[in-house]
Nanobody, 124 residues
């Protein structure tokens, strides 16, 4: 069983920045695709970004392109989400996710493992 431990959420003013981290309990190559989803109150969970092992491919939802950056440290089995120019509409619970199989960026992704979620609140 793969465990994903997230950290870094919090409260920030609009225009500010936050950095989320997610550490996997297995070697990085065991979870070749990792990423972040988010779920705002009353809305469905949406895919925000993904990154493949060795950072070969990445995907960003249109709503975060140019503001969010995903990175991956395979030596630490950890991914990061740098969120800049945050907006109130970015407020959500952010979930780290990991997948065992291949993933085509932009297609529907069904991860095998989920983190517990971390709250990000952006005040206006």
């Amino acid at each position: 069983q793969v465990q994903l431990v997230e950290s870094g959420g919090g409260l920030v003013q609009a225009g500010g920045s936050l950095r989320l981290s997610c550490a996997a309990s297995v070697r990085s190559f065991s979870v070749p695709v990792m990423g972040w989803f988010r779920q705002a109150p009353g809305k469905e969970r949406e895919l925000v970004t993904t990154i493949s092992w060795m950072r070969i491919t990445t995907y960003y939802a249109d709503s975060v392109k140019g503001r969010f950056t995903i990175s991956r440290d395979d030596a630490k089995s950890t991914i990061y989400l740098q969120m800049n120019s945050l907006k109130p509409e970015d407020t959500a619970v952010y979930y780290c996710a990991a997948g065992l199989g291949p993933y085509t960026p932009g297609s529907t992704w069904q991860p095998n493992y989920w983190g517990q979620g971390t709250q990000v609140t952006v005040s206006s």
